[in-house]
């Protein structure tokens, strides 16, 4: 693993270009197929408004037992389908160039869908970041700090868009206020589709 790479927060406005998001629009609406979205329940006993599924080795789970990988789909019983290459090669040049993600999770927003304030921190070594990839319709997403309180800034993330966790604003809270319907045409029927690399498992 090196450190070297990125620290902080980086948003890559039009990272991926309208032919790169195609192809990868088609290669997770693949991935769906075999693995369907699930609206997850958070072990407060709610359902998400996002409706989630994963690719890799592991993938991101929630139940009234609490959040944690796992290497099965919840419903399907299967193991996850491959994380298409597209996104390997983007994490490998901007994440970490000797590890590889072994999670990416899939959430879909219909135009009601949003997710509160978070940190990300299931994964068992946070040295490494979270490399977010936005597809699809806006999203109004909201940056905070290491702290629940501290101040926020809210930022557009537009389809192509590509944005890291790292360093420092790896544990920072964030999350999604809204989608803004129509402003894509990338998805048949709308919605916008984020994808997070993470990794999940200690480095061998
Ligand atoms: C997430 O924090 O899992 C998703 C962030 C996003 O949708 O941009
Ligand atoms: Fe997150």
Known sequence: MRLSTTTGFRLLPGRLS???????????????????????????????????????????????K????????????????SIPTILTELWRELAD???????????????QAKMGLHQDKDEADLRFPVLSV????TAVFRLGGPRRGDPTASMRLSSGDVCLLAGEARLYHHGVDRILPGSSRLI???????????RAAPAQ
Request: charged share 20%; with cysteine; glycine share 12%.
């Open 188 to 198: 048949p029927g709308g919605g916008r589709i984020n994808l997070t690399l993470r």
């Open 97 to 111: 160039p000797d590890v590889p993600p072994d999670a990416c999770l899939i959430n879909f927003y219909n135009a």
């Open 18 to 64: 309208p032919l790169e998001q195609a192809t990868l629009l088609d290669e997770v609406t693949a991935r769906m197929a075999e693995a369907p979205l699930v609206h997850q329940v958070t072990p407060g006993g709610k359902a998400m408004s996002v409706g989630m599924t994963s690719c890799g080795d592991l993938g991101w789970t929630t139940d009234e």
């Open 66 to 81: 609490g959040y944690r990988y796992e290497p099965r789909h919840p419903t399907t019983g299967r193991f996850w389908p």
């Open 134 to 137: 936005s597809l699809g319709d």
